[in-house]
């Protein structure tokens, strides 16, 4: 039977004004063509400009732009990429897909994602790229780490599909590395109705190969034409990258999306902005039950896309349990650490070298903290968790 909650994790991350709204009704109505037009133009135009980045492609989700980030890598085999495996399934599986061997590396126990330190233990000879999650919407040490990935000569991606806006020393996530993957799925903290994503990058080489990468492999011919329609509309090729030849996609982004994703850039510092200082005002209200470990960060380092917290205690499940069947509130336990998955033990990936991803991911929980929860509900559940903390007590 399904559970009914009160507070629910919802599927859906914000709401939309109505100009935003209205933005979507004329991009439905006018917009000719309805995909790979002035819109998408203009959203990679401002989102370049946003992440301080040379170039933005619009794509239909961040596990598209991921697809692309480990064609551009050009995996040799025997070469490897490290992960960290608490993550979502779509960092890793792109780069097995395109022949690379999974390194898992552990996070911090108090940042909850990977640090130089971390990932300098997994480097060998074969490494070729190394994958930055900013998980939960934190913004990982960049600079120690592209110190790190300079040094050898490894290809950095930043997954920062959560981290949108998350912002250190000035820079935002996703702008320190080779490339930076976004997402506009459905949960995200700004989406392009469900689904959507962004891959930017700064190396022209990379751009060049880009669009038809994206876009079926769709060229002009290289010669002159006398009519339009002669020989065809138009070539498709491979897109090329070192003398090498790439398997295109189709991995484009509607235009109402598009349209869509312009607007909202106008709102995504505000909304992150409240998302914090709501996160930082659950965290004090609950200060004094120290053994519910949050991480506390009072800058925009953080965008908050979640609010999790870690038990000291051991209880976590009995919490859980309080929480949803007491107290009608769904937390929940994302990201499965991928070596643990199915689809990992299968490949041969299933062991990892990574207690503090064990010890955190078996004691941690992730709150309902949806932009459009009311002050009420935060109340509640801040009320609630309090309760079930001083239950869990005695
Ligand atoms: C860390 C991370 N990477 C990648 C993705 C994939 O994003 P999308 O759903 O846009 O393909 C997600 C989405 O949940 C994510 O959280």
């Known amino acids: 039977m399904q559970q009914e909650f009160n507070i629910n994790f919802s599927g859906r991350g914000h709401l939309y004004t109505p100009e935003e709204i209205e933005v979507v009704v004329k991009a439905m109505t006018q917009a000719d063509p309805l995909t790979q037009g002035k819109y998408r133009d203009q959203f990679e135009q401002k989102f370049a400009a946003y992440q301080q980045t040379k170039h933005a492609f619009a794509v239909c989700n961040a596990t598209a732009a991921l697809e692309m980030a480990a064609q551009l890598c050009q995996f040799k085999p025997g070469e490897e990429v490290i992960i960290p495996t608490h993550t979502f ?14 390194v898992w590396a552990d996070i911090d126990p108090d940042t909850r994602v990977v640090t130089a330190d971390t990932l300098a233990a997994r480097i060998t000879p074969q490494t070729k790229a190394i994958i930055v999650v900013h998980l939960y919407g934190y913004v990982a040490d960049m600079p120690a780490i592209m110190d790190l990935a300079r040094e050898h000569q490894i290809l950095v991606i930043e997954d920062a599909a959560q981290a949108i806006g998350a912002t250190l020393n000035g820079i935002k996530a996703g702008s320190f590395g080779d490339m930076g993957v976004f997402s506009f799925h459905s949960h995200k903290n700004i989406s392009t109705l469900g689904e959507g994503g962004m891959l930017t990058v700064n190396d022209d080489r990379y751009a060049a190969v880009l669009p038809m990468l994206r876009h079926n492999g769709h060229a002009a011919f290289n010669f002159e034409r006398s009519d339009y329609w002669l020989p065809g509309m138009g070539d498709v090729d491979f897109p090329e990258l070192n003398g090498e030849r790439l398997w295109p996609n189709n991995f484009c982004l509607g235009e109402v999306e598009c349209a869509l994703g312009t607007k909202l850039l106008d709102r995504i510092d505000d909304m992150n902005t409240a998302r914090r200082r709501r996160a930082i005002d659950i965290i004090d209200s609950l200060s004094d039950y120290t053994e519910l470990v949050f991480q506390r960060e009072d800058s925009d380092r953080h965008n908050y896309h979640q609010l999790v917290g870690w038990f000291s205690n051991g209880k976590r499940n009995d919490f859980m349990r309080k929480m949803a069947n007491d107290k009608k509130i769904k937390c929940i336990l994302p990201y499965y650490p991928l070596h643990h998955n199915s689809m990992y033990k299968k490949l041969g990936y299933g062991t990892a070298d990574c207690p503090n991803t064990d010890r955190f ?19 509640s559940m801040v009320a609630a968790t309090r309760e079930v903390l001083k239950e869990l007590r005695s």
Do not use: V
Request: aromatic share 18%.
């Open 361 to 379: 991911f078996s004691q941690m929980t992730s709150f309902p903290f949806h932009h459009w929860l009311s002050d009420e509900e935060i109340a």
């Open 89 to 102: 399934t779509a960092t890793a599986y792109p780069f097995l897909k395109k022949g690379a061997r999974p």
